[in-house]
């Protein structure tokens, strides 16, 4: 089967597929038993990123079990900073952390290659496009620049970015320097996912929503539409998905701005409003994670009012975030019949 006729590939491609393809963000996870089984043979979180054996397997876990249109790559954004030695981990109940960036440590970024460090996430996409089913589409991704950032910056997640936000207004050339370095170095790692034989890749700005109207334009579409440039300009027919979470109001120009194939939609946004932005190509999104570990009502009345306003036009069914660990896998099985309309 050739890649285009992939459900999200002509979704992508700007056609209307009924019913919509689906997949689910963080579709693979610590709410299924099987995941965290492998998980706790790996060993650390990043030593299952980087050991294709296992990393094929927990991308595979979800596909078999649900048949979701798309795989995604079993990874995390933070791999980029591991590159850049930052001494990234991921302690039990702490989530990320790595060395705090301080300015004088941006320029030597430049010269760091990524790509040695990141050949076992390669050779994971290259093992799942062979063992995936021809009709499942296979998604790369990799963190937007400004998250990528916040990460680093701080040494660690935060609720509300405050200290990249002080940073950048502190040092604007050497926030942009970063901004640009990250957007280089994620451009090759993208064309090399491609390459390996990603049919589309997403682009993750999780933390998107803290940014004020400038700053949006400058750490949000600016680095991501520079990521979407270098990647085209050396391979015209990628497919990619910006993902924008608590963007709001300024989705209006997003995928204008970055130039993205769709872009992805978390749940605050207004059905009516993304029946606007579907008006000017595919979207994604955009149930809340939430009604998944609900269930019942909640899950079918979430599903069908998006269906309603959104399922006329080009749609890839998705959460607008991340599941959660607390989800049911029933639920899940539940959301995608539901999707497909099929009855049980
Ligand atoms: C911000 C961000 C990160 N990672 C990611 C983002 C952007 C999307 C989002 O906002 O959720 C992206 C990501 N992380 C993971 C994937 C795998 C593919 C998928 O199934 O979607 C993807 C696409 C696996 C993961 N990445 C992580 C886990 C859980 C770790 C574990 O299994 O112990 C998984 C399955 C760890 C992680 N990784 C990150 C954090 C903050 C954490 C800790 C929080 C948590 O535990 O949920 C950084």
Redesign the pocket.
């Known amino acids: 089967m050739a890649s285009g006729t992939r459900k999200i590939v002509e979704v992508l491609n700007g056609k209307t597929v009924t019913p919509p393809p689906v997949w689910l ?6 709410y299924l038993p099987e ?1 965290r089984e492998t ?1 706790a043979k790996a060993g650390s ?1 990043l030593d ?1 990123c980087y050991s294709p054996d296992y990393a094929v397997e927990v991308t595979l876990q979800p596909i078999r079990r649900y048949g979701f249109d798309a795989a ?7 791999v980029i900073p591991d590159a850049l030695q930052r001494q990234v981990r ?1 302690d039990e109940g702490h ?2 952390r790595m060395q705090p960036l301080a300015s004088e440590d941006i320029p030597a970024l430049a010269a760091m290659p990524v790509l040695d460090h990141l050949q076992p996430v390669i050779e994971t996409v290259r093992r799942l496009r062979i063992e995936l089913p021809t009709e499942t589409a296979l998604l790369g ?1 990799c ?1 937007a620049p400004w ?1 990528v950032a916040t ?1 680093m910056i701080a040494g660690h ?1 935060t609720p509300d970015q405050a200290p990249t936000r002080l940073f950048a207004y502190r040092e604007p050339k050497g926030f942009a320097a970063l901004l640009d370095i990250l957007a280089e170095k994620s451009a090759e790692y993208l064309i090399a996912q491609i390459d390996a034989g990603a049919d589309a890749v997403q682009i ?1 700005d ?1 933390w998107a929503g803290v940014l004020g109207e400038n700053e949006f334009a400058a750490y949000a579409v600016k680095p991501v539409r520079r990521i979407i440039d270098l990647v085209k300009a050396r391979r015209p027919q990628a497919k990619i998905i910006a993902f924008a ?1 608590g963007a709001g109001l300024f989705l209006k120009d997003y995928r204008e701005g970055t130039r993205a194939d769709a872009i992805g939609l978390d749940w605050t946004v207004p059905l009516s409003f993304a029946a606007d932005l579907q008006k000017e190509g595919p979207i994604q999104g955009n149930l809340d994670p939430q009604r998944v570990v609900a269930g019942g009502d909640a899950l079918r009345d979430g599903i069908d009012a998006i269906l309603q306003a959104l399922g006329n036009g080009p749609l890839i069914f998705n959460l607008g ?2 599941i959660t660990p607390q989800a049911d896998p029933a639920n899940v099985a539940a959301l995608v019949d539901r999707v497909r309309g099929i009855s049980r």
């Not at 963000?25 to 610590?30: E, I, L, S, Y």
């Not at 995604?72 to 933070?78: A, E, H, Q, R, T």
């Open positions: 963000m963080r579709q693979a996870g610590r995941y998980r979180f299952l995604i790559l079993f990874s995390d954004i933070l991921f989530g990320p991704f963190g998250t990460y997640g993750f999780s979470k975030h991340g």
